[in-house]
């Protein structure tokens, strides 16, 4: 089956830049999300179609993705952006729904 | 403002079948064409698509749950519901009903991300 791999944690200071990718073969024929997962929270999206941030998400929240890897940068990480970052886009046969493997980003 | 809550027993038997509902409050669910969805985390483990639901009754499931799986709506009460036959211990996790960010023609299909999530129900299958 299809999958989306990502690194599985990322350790940053506050104020640093997190990256982290996502890596997947159908990738340069499907848009690519981010989801964040705090314990206990339900995910909330913070990327839409690659690179469009959602209305209330902050600015320092950017996307982008070529070729077979997407990309989540948070400029100037927080304490709150400590959480489980999840990918998710489609295969190009059944164009279903995959969740990359998550990471796991440590302030 | 658009609500999504999940119901169910929190507790499952081996071999039965789970029985979840998404309650949706703020919209009605025959308003516009959106595939309704149901997403897991088992513990420790990543999210997982479980399948969709159109709100004419049109379906897509996740192909390792095809099998066992059955998705449908009432309009009438505002309601997604999930069952889940023959449980094992692998269908323990939090369920997730979701709308993505997108209505879709009849018979259009697009995974489009989520931009609207209920809480979660915790679902514990039992031996």
């Known amino acids: 089956s299809y999958e989306l791999t990502q690194t599985p944690s990322v350790s940053v200071s506050p104020g640093q830049t997190a990256r982290i990718t996502c890596s997947g073969d159908?990738?340069?024929?499907?848009?690519v999300y981010w989801y964040q997962k705090k314990p206990g929270q339900a995910p909330v999206l913070v990327m839409y179609?690659?690179?469009e941030r959602p209305s209330g998400i902050p600015e320092r929240f950017s996307g982008s993705s070529s070729g077979t890897i997407a990309t989540l940068t948070i400029s100037g990480v927080q304490a709150e952006d400590e959480a489980d970052y999840y990918c998710q886009s489609a295969d190009n046969t059944d164009n279903y729904y995959v969740f990359g493997t998550g990471t796991k980003v440590t302030v | 403002q658009l609500q999504l809550q999940e119901s169910g027993p929190g507790l499952v038997k081996a071999s039965e079948t789970l029985s979840l509902t998404c309650t949706v409050s703020?919209?009605?669910?025959?308003?516009?064409?959106?595939?309704w969805a149901w997403v897991r985390q088992s513990p420790g483990k990543g999210l997982e698509w479980v399948g969709s639901v159109y709100s004419s009754g049109t379906t897509h499931y996740n192909p390792s749950l095809k099998s066992r799986l059955t998705l449908f709506v009432d309009t009438a009460k505002n309601k997604i519901s999930l069952n889940v036959r023959s449980v094992t211990a692998a269908d323990t996790g939090v369920y997730f009903c979701a709308r993505p960010a997108e209505s879709l023609r009849p018979l259009e299909w697009a995974p489009y991300g989520f931009d609207v999530w209920g809480h979660g129900t915790k679902v514990t299958v039992s031996s």
């Open positions: 159908a990738l340069p024929k499907q848009y």
């Open positions: 179609k690659d690179d």
């Open positions: 703020g919209d009605s669910i025959g308003n516009k064409g959106y595939y």
